[in-house]
């Protein structure tokens, strides 16, 4: 399974854009990014996925450069709602789909 | 959205029993299931991917006869810990993917929060 390495945690104070970042060096070329957010207490929920270039949806864009070895995931205006911890984790959607999560980024969004 | 339900939500036992968690998707077929493990302020462990039908595959240290999983249907998937001991006390969360060809997406239940006394 790929390996991501993320920040351990970040601040960001409410309403301003918060990008996280992750690095997955070893990714294959039949791995997907997917970010997940997860609560305290509850299951991981879906944020967004991408294979390249840039995705955007309702909540979130994620960023991929080129060499896909590394992706962003941009909240705008995050809200202190927004405090949870996010993963990044890649995975092959056309193997067994087994994910490897990592240590996760610990958001605190501050008033 | 899809959604994935379990059952309980928390249970507390006492040491030396079993118990069973249920993991159900409510509203598609689920060809596989995976079963995680989070302990307090760790991230979550992947502890085997079921499939419906057949026999699950187990990660590397996790013991097959301890955590029983029987996925019985395309909506059901159990996993039984056996002979509880305090230190399987964690927080036990499945995911089911609805398969087929493309990015498949994860989709997470709200988890079992099980204490072992």
């Known amino acids: 399974l790929a390996k991501t390495t993320q920040p351990i945690s970040m601040d960001s104070y409410e309403g301003q854009e918060v990008n996280i970042t992750c690095s997955h060096n070893?990714?294959?070329?039949?791995?997907?990014i997917t970010w997940y957010q997860q609560f305290p207490s509850q299951g991981p929920r879906f944020i967004i996925q991408g294979y390249k270039t840039k995705v955007t949806n309702e909540v979130a864009s994620l960023f991929i450069p080129a060499d896909r070895k590394s992706s962003t995931l941009s909240l705008p205006r995050v809200s202190l709602s927004d405090t949870a911890v996010y993963y990044c984790?890649?995975?092959?959607?056309?193997?067994?789909?087994?994910?490897?999560f990592g240590k996760g980024n610990q958001v605190v969004v501050i008033p | 959205g899809a959604v994935v339900s379990q059952h309980p939500s928390w249970v507390i036992c006492k040491s030396g029993t079993s118990v069973k968690i249920e993991c159900r998707s409510l509203?598609?077929?689920?060809?596989?299931m995976f079963w995680y493990r989070q302990f307090p302020k760790q991230s979550l462990m992947l502890m085997a991917t079921s499939n419906e039908g057949s026999k699950a595959t187990y990660e590397q240290g996790v013991e097959k006869d301890k955590f029983l999983i029987n996925h019985a249907s395309l909506t059901l998937s159990t996993l039984t810990v056996t002979s509880a001991h305090p230190e399987d006390s964690s927080f036990y969360i499945c995911?089911?993917?609805?398969?087929?060809?493309?990015?498949?997406?994860?989709?997470f239940g709200p988890g079992t929060r099980l204490t072992v006394l």
């Open positions: 984790l890649v995975g092959d959607s056309h193997g067994n789909n087994r994910l490897a």
């Open positions: 070893n990714i294959a070329t039949n791995d997907y």
């Open positions: 509203d598609f077929q689920a060809t596989t």
């Open positions: 995911s089911a993917i609805t398969g087929g060809q493309g990015a498949n997406e994860q989709f």
